[in-house]
């Protein structure tokens, strides 16, 4: 019996182990069992609000809607900034099967040249967070659109978004009026509401897009969205719709802009035109300008380093920012200050021997004729530009008198309303010396003051807008860009407008105004020939600054100089005297002379009815506007 | 369960099946296998349609699958357990033959390597070995008087570690260590010695380092990532974040057929394969768990009851092995989706999409119902 158990299989044992074997293996399944049931009570019961709160999470996200940035009209209401769809190509990495074969194909699709191949590859691997689309490249062409379109199936996790991106019509013209928008840049990141700008990629970085940044922006929405998990929006659950930004009208009329920045014909310059009742800037003009649109998608290296690297400086701003000695444009100024000090009166006559000599003092202070205008009075001192007779104004009020009375005007300070970027300019005073040098006010340095050159430094902004002040009698109105935000108006009084400029005896304004017409219409006037043929009263100033200084007894021959040392010619005026209409500074760097043509013409195209502004594009749009404004 | 499997002992049923023989065990099926086996499938079907975004093909695909592996388990059921014994030795070693024609290619083709080309054919040796090792074991035992012996253990390690280690190399982890359940289990029910499989269990409690040693860095990760999923919630743990999230945001009745966020906007990855079960939890919840639990439970029991009325050793050893393995399976999948176990890619059995895995278990399903209806009336 023992020996059969060892060697033949017991059949009847055998069966009662494996019995128990599987009833011992059915209370482990049981026991199993158990705890996966126990695990998803705890996952499905207990644990379900952490559950249920992670997958809503999951698939909800908020998402900013971004605001629609206001647009800018000129004046007449053409449009000046607008946005436009472009489109962008992006990427998910998470979901391209192979990187390199998507990035070649979309290379060949897109026809990509070499250099911004690297770019390109680049971008690609750009750290993101996952699922989230990385930018490959923006603005594509409707060409480009299709050919992506064609070749989808070939490109998953490839994507052509919609954006909308500023895009200004008159790019060049306008450049610095507008300024331009460009990519949030770290800095301005730290400093914004991250809430109102949320969804925003653009900034105003220059120009009225500055200024004005708040009122164009607008303010950011939300829109709650069910997402899947590769972020794509399947449904939208809720929404707060953005606040639009305001459209803004400026007081550019781009006829007048084109006109002045046609008129400097490829030279450096600059040319504001002022509207004197109301402070509007009709035309402020910087030349040579530059392709705004091109620093809005990101301009390119070698574009930008040509911008900043060209001669010319198209980046520079002359009209606001550019600060030139006046030369003998500030003479009528500094007659009214004369004449309100009274160290002279309007019919007193000065002798000029074609220079001028302080007491004790062998040195001479030349006329710019060097034989001399002979006797003058003060209308004929401005008809013929006598330096002679200005010497002796200044070195009659001293250089704190001549200061004081020419900060009235806005010399040496900043008096627009909203002009990004203004300077100052400078105007020399005795304390300005003594901080800047810590050094004594020579007497010299008041007669160079009293024709506006040594250290008197002025914008074309500042001139054009004390020409706007004698205009209007002395009263001052800030001049300003913005003539409506939204439904706001701008007009004047504003605030902090300097007071107005105060004579004792009104008619020293006819006084000076009659010394100005006569620079255009008298037989001796530095503009007679400008002023031929003139229909209007019209009052102005020519003037020259010194780029290169003279010796004691040297001879200034424009020939000989090279074009950039010549001296830049600078014109103001306004018409019509009795109800002036426009007031207006130009500047020509190195011209020599000879601009106040310009001027001439410019009043010629803003007074006459059949004038040449009637002629230009752009006198009436407000359909084309009204089209615009409807999307 | 354990009602059921002691009403029908076996003293009872041979008298039963004395006295009449069913036109099922004429056919050779089991009706109760069956049923449950199509309520299973069924239900599986109904989340793969969710589960695969409410696609018409892939269910319809799956379903004619299931089919075909249904037909097949019939089909092998009409074998009587006698034949299979008889090939038994063939399948094995046919089995090795192809493990190790891998094993060249993967040297050659370098990396991962489980499949094996002939002409159209596309076939996974260590599926066929998923079966052919219990087989083999049961064949070697079912000669020898149990339980089993020092020497029949040595032979049996030889048996189980040949393949076993072939399949690991490939390297394909989970399969290698169900393979390897399945063989214990046959070794387990043959009546392997109590004492004998505490100090096997001590042994591989001490193995573990080494085996930490000889992982792959990706198994080394998922093992990782499995303790701590959230350390990458993004790159390896996101599976488990998202099925766990699937599985709780279900509660008990589910967000509905087709209404899970999770499943349904793709953040829960293999979302109609391994992780179906998730859609289920999601979309279905405690209850739907609980169901598919019960059905599960149910086969299993089944099994155990015809592994019990086999009328010879192989027969037993073989079908226990199959049910237990199936058991592991239903296991290791649920608890690796809820997050208790590493993720180690085994599908859920009958309800994942997927051909290859089905066919095998419907193969398992057919050897238990050849074993339970072919019967001689046996006298001692």
């Known amino acids: ?631 | 369960m354990a009602i059921d499997f002691q009403r029908v002992a076996p003293r009872t049923h041979r008298a039963r099946v004395g006295r009449k023989r069913s036109i099922w065990l004429r056919i050779h099926l089991d009706p109760w296998l069956l049923s449950i086996l199509v309520l299973l499938i069924s239900f599986g079907l109904v989340v793969l349609y969710s589960a695969s975004g409410m696609s018409t093909s892939t269910t319809m695909a799956q379903a004619s699958r299931m089919g075909v592996a249904l037909l097949g388990a019939i089909v092998i059921a009409q074998f009587s357990p006698v034949t299979l014994l008889r090939w038994t030795p063939v399948a094995y070693g046919a089995g090795l033959l192809m493990l190790v024609a891998v094993e060249i290619m993967g040297d050659i083709g370098m990396g991962a390597q489980r499949w094996l080309e002939i002409g159209p054919l596309r076939f996974q040796p260590s599926e066929l070995m998923k079966i052919a090792m219990p087989m083999m074991l049961a064949a070697y035992l079912h000669r020898r008087p149990l339980p089993p012996t020092w020497r029949d253990l040595l032979v049996c390690g030889v048996i189980v570690g040949v393949p076993v280690l072939l399949i690991a190399r490939q390297p394909d982890l989970g399969t290698s260590l169900l393979v390897t359940c399945a063989a214990v289990f046959v070794i387990l029910l043959a009546g392997l010695s109590w004492k004998f499989i505490v100090t096997l269990v001590a042994m591989a409690g001490g193995a573990m380092p080494l085996l930490w040693i000889n992982m792959h860095d990706y198994q080394r990760q998922r093992v990782l990532t499995f303790l701590n999923p959230e350390s990458d919630p993004l790159g390896a743990g996101w599976n488990i974040i998202q099925s766990k999230t699937a599985i709780g945001s279900g509660g008990l009745e589910g967000k509905g057929w087709g209404l899970g966020t999770q499943s349904q906007l793709e953040f829960l990855p293999e979302r109609h394969t391994d992780f179906i079960v998730a859609v289920l939890g999601e979309e279905f919840g405690l209850i739907g768990m609980g169901t598919i639990l019960v059905l599960y439970l149910l086969l299993v029991a089944r099994g155990l009851v015809m592994a019990n009325n086999a009328q010879d050793t192989y027969g037993r050893l073989l079908a226990g092995s199959i049910v237990l393995t199936f058991f592991i399976y239903v296991f290791v999948n649920i608890g690796m989706v809820s997050g208790i176990l590493p993720v180690v890619g085994v599908p859920l059995p009958l309800v994942s999409y997927g051909g290859t895995s089905s066919v095998t278990l419907m193969a398992g399903f057919g050897i238990l119902m050849s074993i339970h209806t072919h019967r001689r009336l046996l006298t001692h």
């Not at chain 1, 200024?211 to 590769?230: F, I, P, S, W």
């Not at chain 1, 006797?375 to 250089?399: H, P, Q």
């Not at chain 1, 306004?574 to 011209?591: C, G, H, M, R, T």
Request: proline share 5%.
């Open chain 1, 1 to 631: 019996m023992r020996k059969r158990r060892e060697n033949i299989k017991n059949h009847e044992l055998e069966a009662r182990v494996f019995r128990n074997r599987s009833l011992v293996a059915a209370l482990v399944i049981v026991l199993m069992a158990g705890a996966l049931v126990s695990r998803l009570f705890y996952l499905q019961v207990i644990e379900h609000d952490v559950f249920i709160t992670r997958s809503d999470n999951n698939r909800m996200r908020v998402e900013p809607l971004p605001p629609r940035r206001g647009l800018i009209y000129d004046r007449n209401g053409k449009l000046l900034a607008e946005n436009r769809p472009t489109y962008n190509l992006t990427i998910v990495r998470e979901r391209v099967d192979d990187l390199d074969t998507t990035l070649q194909r979309l290379i060949d699709i897109l026809d990509l040249p070499e250099d911004e191949v690297a770019t390109f590859r680049e971008r690609s691997r750009q750290r993101q967070r996952p699922y989230q689309p990385a930018l490959l490249m923006s603005d594509l062409t409707e060409g480009q659109i299709a050919r992506l379109a064609v070749n989808r199936y070939l490109l998953s996790g490839v994507e052509v978004e919609a954006q909308l991106m500023r895009y200004y019509p008159d790019p060049i013209v306008m450049s610095h009026v507008l300024g331009y928008v460009g990519r949030i840049n770290e800095e301005e990141l730290a400093e914004l509401d991250s809430g109102d700008y949320a969804g925003t990629h653009f900034i105003g970085k220059t120009g009225i897009e500055y200024t004005y940044e708040d009122q164009l922006h607008g303010k950011a929405g939300l829109r709650k969205v069910e997402t899947n998990a590769r972020g794509r929006v399947l449904r939208e659950l809720d929404r707060d719709s953005p606040v639009p930004g305001k459209d803004i009208t400026l007081t550019i009329d781009s006829r007048l802009q084109h006109m002045a920045y046609d008129l400097l014909d490829g030279r450096r310059g600059a040319i504001v035109a002022i509207q004197p009742k109301t402070g509007d800037i009709l035309a402020m003009v910087s030349a040579p300008g530059f392709d705004i649109n091109k620093f809005v998608t990101g301009i390119s290296y070698d574009d930008y380093r040509a911008l900043q690297q060209n001669l010319d400086l198209p980046l520079y701003n002359r009209a606001v920012r550019g600060q030139y000695p006046p030369g003998s444009t500030i003479k009528p100024f500094e007659a009214l200050a004369a004449l309100q000090d009274g160290v002279v009166k309007p019919n007193d006559v000065i002798y000029d021997p074609g220079y001028f000599q302080l007491p004790n003092d062998t040195r001479r202070y030349h006329n710019w004729l060097r034989w001399g205008h002979g006797r003058v009075d003060l209308e004929r001192a401005l008809e013929v530009s006598n330096n002679t007779y200005f010497y002796t104004m200044a070195y009659r009020l001293g250089i704190d008198r001549l200061s004081s009375f020419m900060h009235q005007f806005g010399f040496g300070e900043v008096t627009s309303l909203d002009v990004q970027g203004a300077a100052p300019g400078l105007m020399p005073s005795r304390e300005w010396k003594r901080e800047k040098y810590n050094q004594v006010w020579y007497p010299g340095e008041t007669l160079s003051a009293g024709i506006g050159q040594g250290y008197f430094m002025a914008t074309p902004l500042q001139l054009a807008a004390a020409t706007a002040t004698l205009a209007n009698h002395g009263h001052w109105v800030r001049p300003h860009l913005a003539k409506r935000i939204g439904d706001q108006v701008i007009e004047p009084p504003f605030a902090d407008t300097k007071p107005d400029v105060q004579v004792n005896q009104a008619r020293w304004w006819q006084d000076v105004y009659k010394g100005m017409e006569a620079v255009l219409q008298g037989s001796e006037g530095t503009a007679r020939k400008a002023g031929a043929g003139l229909q209007y009263e019209m009052a102005a100033k020519t003037g020259t600054a010194q780029v290169f200084s003279l010796g004691q007894n040297q001879k200034y021959d424009a020939d000989e100089l090279t074009e950039r040392l010549r001296d830049h010619a600078l014109f103001i005026g306004f018409a019509p005297v009795e109800d002036p209409q426009i007031a207006l500074a130009v500047i020509v760097e190195n011209a020599g002379g000879g601009v106040s043509g310009l001027g001439r013409e410019l009043t010629d195209a803003w007074l006459l009815p059949d004038g040449e502004l009637k002629n230009r594009p752009g006198t009436t749009v407000n359909e084309e506007v009204e089209s615009i404004d409807g999307d």
